[in-house]
C-alpha cells in the first residue's frame, strides 16, 4: 500500500508491505522482486522518473492434440477412470464385507 501527504507544501511518502522477505536474497531474483524494490526505493525518494514495473507477457501454452487424441483422453477421464475407481471401491467393500 503507497500513501501520500502534502503537509506544509511537502510531500510525505510511505508504503506499507505485508512481509520484507521479497527483498531477501533468496527471493529477490524471482519475478520481479529486485525492479518492485528499485521503484519503492526510487519512489520513496521522490525520484518519480525512474519508476517502472514492466508488464510480463505469458508465454503461449496451448496444447494442441490430434482428434483421435481428444477423444481417447476424453474417454479415460469420463469412463474409464471412474469405472476404475468404483470397482476398486466395491473390490474392496466386498473383501472387507467376508470378514
Known sequence: MA??????KREQRIIVFGGGDFLANSY?????????????????S???A???????????????LAHSSQIVIAVGF???LPLVLVSSGVFIWLRRRKR
Do not use: E, H
Open 3 to 8: 500513501l501520500t501527504r502534502t503537509q506544509d
Open 28 to 44: 529477490i531474483a524471482n519475478g520481479g522482486n529486485l525492479d518492485l524494490g528499485m521503484s519503492v526505493v526510487n519512489w520513496l
Open 46 to 48: 521522490q525520484d518519480d
Open 50 to 64: 525512474y519508476v517502472n514495473i514492466p508488464v510480463k507477457t505469458a508465454r503461449d501454452r496451448t496444447l494442441n
Open 78 to 80: 469420463l469412463i474409464v
